[in-house]
């Protein structure tokens, strides 16, 4: 039989899905239902003055309104989940509807219930809030200065938090012989899974249980946020996240929405459904990055790496969100460093409230930034030197012998071959010969371009001792049931959560190698607080390092089990037992076998068990690994410039990406499509932007440029394994690799296209207009 | 993202229609591939009493050659024209058009006759109608009449159709033998729509002179237009680069660019002068 691990098969969720069998939260249609809509507010800064729901409250179907005053003391605010220590952290209230001020556009007023999706849109156009606008605070940097207006009364500056990490002798920096200082604005954006955020509420009065489906990357997560803001037992509520369309991050927040269904379920006794508009999407569900970085990188002329000091700005948007502190400082500022062996870091971050949406956890979360900044930092210190981009990287790798390698900020990197990625990447792009046409097309007046990003990010969440000391308000080990039905049929559960990864596959393979089944044998559930009694979600390329893992040891404790079953059947010691390709055989006597069936039916029927071997088939295993992974590899993007439109063009994407042991290299390289899809999508496209006023000038898809198919060659993909020593699968992460390398590397590649014109950085997104005015400015120099 | 309240009525003929129209009083929209109307309905920035469904009159599809024409039903599909062996053969450039045209869905729903109709300020085909000197079809309350898409199309999303009236169809010139046509856009990154649009149908005749040339621009401001002072400059001259490069000047100092959010009016500008040079040149020293 064929290695199942490692196979190329194709995704065993993708039937359904592509002939509309999905089960999404739209799909979901209970007797009774009554719909919900949620009245947002139009300004970013405003108090509110009055609301009048007596029209709305007259028009057909309407069964409730709910607005701030008449919630008060009713549901709790909705914390953030990760108090970070240390940064005198200030957290501000986040009420599931707005009180007596909104603090950004998009702000809940108002929910009203009535029977039908229409019925409830009309009436809410009815009601009518009076508002008295204030001054908002716009843009991180406006909102620390001393007359910036308060989004928060009490919280001074606006500063959230202020956070610091890492010490460089003041000399180091002073007596470098290079030092390379730019300001970064790693703008914000919009994940835009393709279905946006739902939520069902159905209560149940006899048992006092509430059920709420809703649009979760982490189900647990929002059963223990939500049973406490609103006051139920988590004995007593169930969270199911059913298909998803997608969440990059935007779907791991507990939302004031979800707790608002969840409320008036409870409270008129009938099923609630939420389902986010596509433009309330852009006002109501948190975005990511805006992230402001003040970079220096210090060093020698021989490109000796001597340290590198940054400062995050950090638009953290009204409220913490429920991941957001930890991005800018924890996930960012600890990897500052890259994959160099720089001898000092520091980094120090200021989250800022100001008023616009909220901003969470985006694909890569804070590893994006890091590399962006350090990847961009290289190629100008490169280029200050007059060194290849290449050849200064390979000079500060942390070296293959170096591993396990602990960083400047502290972090234990588990295993690394930083040159195998880029060897392999520079081959399949054939480097050498890049640089001579590169040449010959610039003389016919070209503009082509090389640009390199070699990265490692932090994956896999993570030891739950570690997320404890950096203020995450959960553990993140990772909980896995393999249940062996009396057929030998298997049934596996995760407390892991896809929405769109493709976990019934790659889990399917983990177990379908061990226990010799065919894939068709094997089920996951995830993503009900009902099946699976605790886990911590899909987010931070954890599921298949810390969740797989799980799987990979409850599937052995269900082999160590069966075996003692089998040797008492064959009546052989278990010692000589061996359990290959499905079947129990006895070494070295031919023809004692069982199938893992039969022993299957043995353990469920458990007419004859072995004396003291308790009944069933079936293991558990709660994995909390000792480190986090750190994937790693090399990125390059080849582009060419129009220098008449500044319109970019990407000719080749190649990507060498190192995730140590890769289940299934089709859904692997799905992930990495997609990431640098979004990776692109930021440094040409995406990018929020709110006016002085604090209204959105991006809320559709007219203005808020997702990138599309047709934007991208052919991505040439290929990986090199290396393995983790932090678990047994050898797994790294796969899911953030491509957000977090593409992104420098098509900046890096623009730049040198437009190097003959002395450009040094342009702003993200590189709109063409922004190019053309860098071109032009530098011609008219 | 859910409209307000609407009542459906569908019909079978053009009379039909006016009838229902009329029974309407001014609270009815016809809604013919809804590509354009819906996504206004979802944001209530249109909020009709009731849609008036064409999409199903036979009469109002197809392609056909009439004479120095080629007469295009209001409810052809961009994906029909884009395809269709006639429009390919006396008219490509309107292929070419329809062609970039938002994406597949859009253009196996969206209609000739909904697009000319809407008169969005930023979409492609008005560009294709000035240069092929598009006579658009209307059959109203007294029966038929044309009027040239000089003067149907008169503002952003405002045009000469009279009230309770179907556009019926539109004809195209088709352009001297030896002439060639191009169109060229630039697309806007997030909608697909034009950021510009610039259509060319030209020809040389003897001694390198041009004989033939029309030129219309969509996209960049209130309303797509001819560039006739462009025109003007070019016919009868001698072709030459530098002629091109002065025609594509003399286009973007003319028009009045609009500025947006993803293009300042400088730099609309300059893609006017880029795109019209290419488009030039395109026609003129292509094969
Ligand atoms: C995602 C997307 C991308 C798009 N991209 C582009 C693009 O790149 N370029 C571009 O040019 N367009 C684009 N469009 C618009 C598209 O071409 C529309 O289909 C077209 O503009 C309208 O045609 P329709 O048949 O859909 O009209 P409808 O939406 O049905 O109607 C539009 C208007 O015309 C009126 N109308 C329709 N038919 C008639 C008729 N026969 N007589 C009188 N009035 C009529 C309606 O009452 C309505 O006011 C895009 C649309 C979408 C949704």
């Known amino acids: ?781 | 993202m859910i409209p307000s309240k609407f009542d459906y009525v569908r019909v079978n003929s053009i009379d039909e229609a006016i009838q229902q129209l009329k029974q309407f009083n001014g609270e009815g929209m016809l809604i013919a591939g809804g590509h354009s109307l819906v996504p206004l309905l979802k944001f209530r920035l249109s909020e009709p009493g009731a849609l008036i469904d064409i999409s199903r009159i036979s009469e109002l599809k197809g392609v056909r050659k009439e004479g120095d024409r080629i007469v295009i039903g209001a409810l052809t599909t961009h994906f029909q024209i884009a395809n269709d062996p006639i429009v390919k053969e006396y008219i490509p450039v309107l292929s070419e058009t329809v062609r970039q045209i938002g994406d597949l869905q859009v253009r196996n729903r969206g209609t000739i006759g909904g697009n000319i109709a809407h008169a969005d300020p930023a979409a492609d085909l008005p560009a294709a109608a000035f240069v092929l000197d598009a006579e658009i079809a209307i059959h109203g309350e007294d029966g038929p009449e044309t009027m040239n898409i000089d003067s149907f199309i008169v503002g952003p999303l405002i045009t000469m159709l009279p009230e309770n009236s179907v556009l019926t169809s539109i004809s195209f010139a088709i352009p001297p033998a030896h002439t060639n046509a191009e169109y060229l856009k630039f697309s806007h990154p997030a909608s697909g729509y034009p950021v510009i649009g610039v259509a060319v149908v030209a020809g040389v005749g003897e001694n390198d002179v041009i004989d033939y040339i029309r030129i219309a621009i969509t996209g960049v401001g209130n309303v797509a237009y001819r560039a006739t002072s462009v025109e003007e400059k070019l016919l009868g001259q001698t072709l030459s680069q530098t002629l091109l490069k002065e025609a594509a000047q003399l286009a973007a100092e003319e028009g009045d660019m609009a500025s947006d959010l993803f293009t300042s009016e400088d730099y609309r500008r300059n893609l006017c002068k880029v795109y019209t040079e290419r488009a030039l040149k395109s026609v003129f020293y292509s094969n």
């Open chain 1, 1 to 781: 039989m064929k290695k199942v691990v490692g196979a190329r098969l194709k995704r065993k969720e993708d039937p359904k899905l592509i002939t509309g069998n999905g089960y999404f939260s739209d799909d979901i249609q209970l007797p009774g239902m009554l719909h919900a809509a949620i009245l947002r507010s139009p300004h970013a800064h405003a108090m509110i003055k009055s609301i009048n729901v007596e029209e709305a409250l007259k028009a057909p179907g309407v069964v409730a309104i709910y607005t701030g005053k008449d919630l008060e003391g009713k549901i709790g605010p909705v914390p953030s989940s990760w108090l970070v220590p240390g940064c005198n952290l200030k957290e501000a209230p986040q009420y599931p509807l707005a009180i007596d001020r909104v603090r950004y556009v998009g702000d809940g007023v108002a929910l009203v219930i009535a029977e039908g999706r229409y019925a409830v849109r009309d009436a809410m156009y009815l009601i009518d809030v009076e508002y008295e606008t204030l001054s908002p605070a716009v843009g991180q940097k406006q909102s620390m200065q001393i007359d910036a207006p308060l989004v928060h009364d009490d919280i001074e500056n606006n500063i959230a938090f202020h956070w610091k990490a890492g010490e460089i002798p003041e000399e180091v920096c002073e007596n470098a012989e290079v030092a390379i200082r730019q300001s970064f604005y790693i703008q914000r954006v919009a994940p835009s899974p393709i279905e946006t955020r739902a939520a069902i509420g159905q209560y149940n009065p006899g048992s006092g249980e509430l059920t709420l489906w809703c649009t979760s990357q982490n189900p647990h997560i929002h059963r223990m946020v939500l049973s406490g803001v609103l006051g139920i037992s988590e004995a007593k509520l169930r969270v199911i996240a059913p298909d998803m369309g997608g969440g990059f991050g935007g779907k791991i927040g507990v939302y004031p929405d979800e707790a608002l269904v969840g409320y008036a379920a409870r409270d008129l006794g009938r099923p609630v459904k939420w389902i986010e508009e596509r433009n309330e999407h852009f006002t109501a569900s948190n975005y990511g990055r805006d992230e402001v970085l003040d970079v220096e990188l210090f060093g020698k002329r021989d490109g000796t790496l001597g340290a590198i000091r940054v400062k995050n700005t950090h638009n953290v948007g009204a409220y913490l969100s429920t991941m957001g502190p930890g991005v800018s400082t924890i996930d960012f500022g600890l990897m500052v460093t890259g994959c160099y062996k720089i001898p000092y870091a520091s980094c120090e971050t200021f989250g800022v409230y100001t008023n616009t949406t909220p901003t969470d956890a985006y694909r890569g979360a804070g590893k994006p930034e890091a590399t962006y900044q350090i990847e961009r930092a290289i190629d100008l210190f490169a280029k200050e030197i007059g060194m290849d981009p290449i050849e200064l990287r390979r000079k500060n790798f942390v070296q293959k012998e170096e591993f396990p390698f602990t960083n400047a900020q502290g972090l234990l990197y588990d295993s690394g071959d930083y040159e195998k990625p880029l060897a392999k990447a520079l081959e399949m792009l054939d480097y050498n010969k890049f640089r001579e046409t590169q040449k010959e097309l610039r003389k016919q007046g070209k503009l082509i371009g090389i640009g390199f990003s070699t990265y490692v990010e932090l994956c896999g969440f993570g030891p739950s001792k570690v997320a404890g000391a950096i203020g995450f308000q959960g553990g993140v080990w990772e909980n896995a049931t393999v249940r062996v039905h009396p057929s030998g049929k298997v049934t596996v559960y995760s407390g892991t959560s896809p929405h769109g990864q493709g976990h019934a596959t790659t889990f399917g393979q983990v177990v379908a190698e061990k226990l010799g089944l065919p894939m068709d044998d094997i089920e996951l559930v995830f993503g009900d607080t009902k099946a699976i009694s605790m886990g911590w979600g899909t987010y931070g390329s954890r599921s298949v390092a810390v969740g797989g893992t799980a799987v990979s040891i409850a599937t052995d404790r269900v082999i160590e089990k069966a075996k003692k079953i089998a040797a008492h059947e064959l009546e052989a010691p278990v010692e000589d037992l061996v359990f290959e390709k499905g079947i129990f055989s006895v070494k070295g006597a031919q023809g004692f076998e069982r199938t893992f069936q039969e022993i299957a039916k043995s353990a469920n029927m458990a007419w004859n068990l072995p004396e003291g071997l308790e009944p069933s088939l079936e293991a558990q295993s709660f994995f909390d690994p000792e480190n986090f992974v750190y994937p790693f590899g090399a990125h390059i993007a080849v582009v060419e410039v129009d220098k008449e439109t500044g319109q970019i063009e990407v000719k080749r994407y190649v990507a060498v990406d190192d995730v140590g042991r890769v289940i299934n290299p089709l859904t692997a390289e799905g992930q990495v499509h997609g990431g640098i899809a979004q990776g692109i999508g930021q440094a040409l496209w995406e990018g929020a932007v709110y006016n002085e006023e604090g209204q959105l000038l991006t809320g559709t898809f007219m203005d808020y440029a997702l990138p599309k198919a047709r934007f991208f060659p052919e991505i040439e993909t290929a990986f090199t394994e290396t393995l983790s020593p932090v678990n047994p699968l050898g797994a790294k992460g796969i899911g953030e690799t491509g957000t977090t390398a593409s992104t420098p590397a098509i900046m890096n590649a623009v730049m040198d296209a437009l190097e003959p014109y002395g450009i040094k950085d342009i702003e993200m997104p590189l709109t063409p207009e922004k190019v053309w005015r860098a071109i032009s400015e530098s011609e008219g120099k």
